[in-house]
């Protein structure tokens, strides 16, 4: 692979920089943060090369040609979700404008006590939709990497310790994580798993992805086969300036592996994993949070 993938990429910023714009969230308020945040995104702009190179590659699947402003606009999304992240943490919902399509899925899972995969990805807000679906009682289990972003995540902890009590970090080659997934499927609750990100998984597979070839992690749809427990697609859409629309989809009521032709019927469930993400990408670009050469291009 040529290039940093994702897990190679470093926090940028100190400790002391993220706790100051944690801060000023509570002293300022979200419009003057807001405000602050332009100027960091700038900095991004300007200064963070693969950044910038990445949401080029992506936005170029939408736009025959991509300027300067639209790559500045795409981190300030990303600023402004991160940054929105504090105040939910704070359950200020108040603050925001949240819609819901699918959410009855949950529900009624919920009511069943039946457990579930919520497959996502860095698309939007993962945050709004755990939280939104906590406030309605619906809670759910996030299993996380937090590797490359220990800093953001040790500040976020000390905003809601409570929050961080239904994360579940997952570490290359411990078992222990899939374990856990495994009770709590079987407890009947629902495990959200981001599925876009491949690195940390060894059977990673090829398919199409915005006209171009993708790797995407397929142990995690190996799981949902073994535990056979269904799975539905859950996306939150940030839409600037404090709108959130949340999509909750089935996708399977139970995967399938036929041993006699596993893995094409593996490559197939990814591929469609795939498909609907392209679709949830085009409703907003400037919601694809993977600033990494996602493509392999360089």
Partial sequence: MTGRN????????????????????GFVGRPAARFVLKF??????????????ASRSFLRRFHARVTLSMIY??????????????FLLRGQFELFEVSSNG?????????EKRGAILLGAHLGSFEA????????????????????ARMLNSVLAAVSPGAQSRFIELTPGDVNSI??????????????????????????????????????PSGLFVLAATLRCPVYLT??????????????ESFAEQIELPRGDREAALLDTVQRYAKRLEHYCRMEPGNWFNFYDFWNES
């Fill in 6 to 25: 994702w897990l190679s990429t470093a926090e940028r910023g100190s400790i002391l920089g993220i706790r100051f714009m944690v801060a000023l969230c």
């Fill in 40 to 53: 960091v995104a700038l900095y991004y702009l300007l200064f963070a090369t693969q950044a910038r190179r």
């Fill in 73 to 86: 606009r795409h981190i300030l999304n990303f600023a402004e979700v991160a940054l929105d992240r504090v």
């Fill in 129 to 148: 939709m755990r939280l939104c679906a906590g406030k309605r009682e619906v809670p759910i289990n996030i299993i996380t990497y937090r590797g490359n």
């Fill in 235 to 248: 996306f939150s859409i940030y839409r600037s300036p404090n709108r959130y629309e949340f999509f909750c």
């Fill in 179 to 216: 374990l856990r997934v495994k009770e709590l499927i079987e407890a009947g609750e629902m495990v959200a798993i981001l599925g876009d990100r491949a690195e940390l998984d060894a059977k990673a597979v090829a398919v199409d992805f915005f006209g171009a070839k993708a790797r995407f």
């Fill in 103 to 111: 959410f009855e899925h949950m529900r009624k899972l919920r009511e």
